[in-house]
């Protein structure tokens, strides 16, 4: 079964480069983003990794822990995370699994047999406090991820969970939201005090509310 959204993620233990993952002792009270790799020692995998490592702050900033997964052996990401400083100017400063024996690839789905059936495609899931599953997002091996874009969906999230909105196409953080049409507008008023403007009676559009 495909670990769907609003499903509690599949807890594990696995080794990493920062020793033995409990994974939601390891994730706590915070979110956290679970991403695989293909295979340690390709091209477009160690540009991603390099760049994860370069936005750890802006992670760190939300409340986020990241972690990587490839299904190589934790000897073989050591000798890789040089790889990664000496080409990206960065170093590997999150833990990555080694999933050798396929278990959390399997917990999640992250081999599709009809695109490789030993490697993991770019699978990406962003996890809650809650340890709910809020978003998954699934690349190709040939197509290297945007990091930005995983941010800025981490805001949206963060933010509606928090605040009766929603956020409109290529929304970005201090932007205006919607009002969600389930609230009424004598409740709204009560909860946007900074007012709407009524575009549809569906469609109220307000300033973000944590601004």
Request: glycine share 6%; net charge neutral; hydrophobic share 35%.
């Amino acid at each position: 079964m495909a670990v769907q959204l609003g499903d509690i993620a599949p807890d594990f233990v696995q080794e990493s480069t920062e020793g033995t993952i409990k994974f939601h002792d390891w994730i706590g009270d915070k979110w956290a983003v679970l991403f695989s790799h293909p295979k340690d020692f390709t091209p477009v995998c160690t540009t991603e990794l390099g760049a994860v490592a370069k936005l750890k702050p802006e992670f760190d900033k939300r409340n986020v822990k990241v972690i990587g997964l490839s299904v190589d052996p934790v000897t073989d990401h050591r000798k890789w995370a040089q790889d990664i400083q000496d080409t990206q100017g960065a170093a590997l400063n999150f833990p990555l699994l080694g999933d050798a024996d396929r278990k959390v690839s399997n917990l999640y789905g992250m081999i599709h047999p009809n695109a490789n059936d030993t490697l993991t495609v770019r699978s990406v899931f962003v996890i809650g406090p809650d340890k709910k599953v809020k978003l998954t997002i699934t690349y190709p091996a040939s197509t290297g991820r945007n990091f930005d874009e995983i941010l800025r969906v981490i805001d949206s999230l963060q933010l509606t969970a928090n605040h009766k909105v929603a956020t409109p196409v290529n929304w970005k953080d201090g932007q205006d939201c919607i009002i969600v049409p389930s609230l009424s507008d004598e409740d709204a008023k009560k909860l946007f005090p900074k007012g709407w403007k009524t575009l549809k009676p569906y469609l109220r559009v307000t300033p973000q509310p944590n601004r």
